[in-house]
């Protein structure tokens, strides 16, 4: 999953420490987020969107998934 985290954390001058403080995670969490190795659990998605004030399908876009893959 793909997001925008990073560029609304930076758009606010916080490092991941100071976004994890704020939304009560570790700054690892934050940074597996953001990197994409780690996708949020449903409430941390809706306290990201929250603290943002954005929606979360404007922060979270699912990954297109590969041409080809039969259904």
């Known amino acids: 999953m793909k997001n925008r985290l990073r560029v609304l954390r930076a758009e606010r001058n916080w490092s991941q420490a ?3 403080a704020h939304l009560g995670v570790s700054r690892q ?3 597996s987020i953001e990197i ?3 996708d949020p659990s449903l ?3 809706f306290n990201i969107s929250r603290l943002f004030e954005e929606p979360i399908e404007a922060i979270f876009h699912p990954e297109p998934e590969p041409l080809g ?3």
């Open 29 to 31: 969490t934050v940074n």
């Open 69 to 71: 893959k039969d259904s």
């Open 43 to 45: 409430p941390l998605a």
């Open 36 to 38: 994409g190795k780690y």
């Open 18 to 20: 100071d976004l994890a």
